[in-house]
Every structure is written in structure tokens, then in C-alpha cells.
């Protein structure tokens, strides 16, 4: 026969909070992220995929809409390299506000999966940018 669980009062309110959020979520949010007991919260630290309309050089802020369907736009800043409008990317929330720290390259203007390519930048404005190794010119992609 298997023990019984038995659960403190502080246990079973911890318990009872998460079926309470559950509850009060949307069906058509993706699933609800609970921090561990003891750790930050959500909303002083998160990792989230973003997007923005116009170039963004590096060190500098622009305003970025979050990736997950709500119309949330937020201000961080560029810690990564100088790019044009783009998605794919990740932004994550510290001390500092949201900062850019990463991204899918795949998801970069003028990527080819069927070419050899190099992801460097331009010489007058600095922006990433993919360059075909066949043609020796800039993906137009």
C-alpha cells in the first residue's frame, strides 16, 4: 500500500495558489510558468522572443513587441550587434530593463538553406546581414 501524502497548511495554500492561476488563465495562452518556491518572480526577470519594425544598432534602445500574441511593447536595448527589422530574437529582463541577448539565425533576413552563406555585417551601417559565399554578394532574400 502506498504512504499518504499529507500537506502542511502553508503546502496546501501553495497548491491552492497554482490551481487559482491555472483557473484564471487563458485557454488559449500557452501554459502558465511558475517560478520554484523561494526564487525570483516572473515579472522581475523573464526570457522572452520579440520582434521590431526598423534597423536597431548596437547599444542602443529601440521599442520591441513580445512574440507571444499579447500587444505588450517594451524599451531594451541592443547588447548583442547592429541589426535590421527582425524576429527570432530573445530579450531578458534584469536589473538593468529588457536587453537583447540572442536569436534564431535561420529566422534573419536573406538566410538560405540551400547556399553557402557567412553572417557579417555592412560597412556603412554596421547591421548583421547574410552574404552568399557562391555569388560573393549580399543575400537579397
Excluded at 30 to 37: E, G, K, Q
Amino acid at each position: 500500500m502506498a504512504d499518504r501524502v499529507t500537506f502542511t497548511p502553508g503546502s496546501a495554500e501553495r497548491i491552492a495558489n497554482v490551481v487559482r492561476i491555472v483557473e484564471a488563465g487563458s485557454r488559449k495562452s500557452s501554459s502558465a510558468i511558475l517560478s520554484p518556491r523561494g526564487s525570483e518572480s516572473l515579472t522581475s526577470r523573464s526570457v522572452r522572443f520579440c520582434s521590431w519594425g526598423s534597423a536597431w544598432p548596437h547599444g542602443e534602445t529601440a521599442a520591441i513587441t513580445f512574440a507571444t500574441g499579447d500587444t505588450a511593447t517594451v524599451t531594451a536595448t541592443n547588447v548583442v550587434l547592429g541589426v535590421g527589422a527582425g524576429e527570432g530574437w530573445a530579450v531578458k529582463k534584469g536589473t538593468a530593463g529588457w536587453r537583447l541577448i540572442g536569436f534564431d539565425m535561420t529566422l534573419q533576413p536573406g538566410y538560405s538553406a540551400n547556399e553557402i552563406q557567412l553572417f557579417g555585417h555592412g560597412t556603412t551601417d554596421a547591421l548583421a546581414q547574410w552574404y552568399s559565399i557562391t555569388t560573393c554578394a549580399t543575400a537579397t532574400a
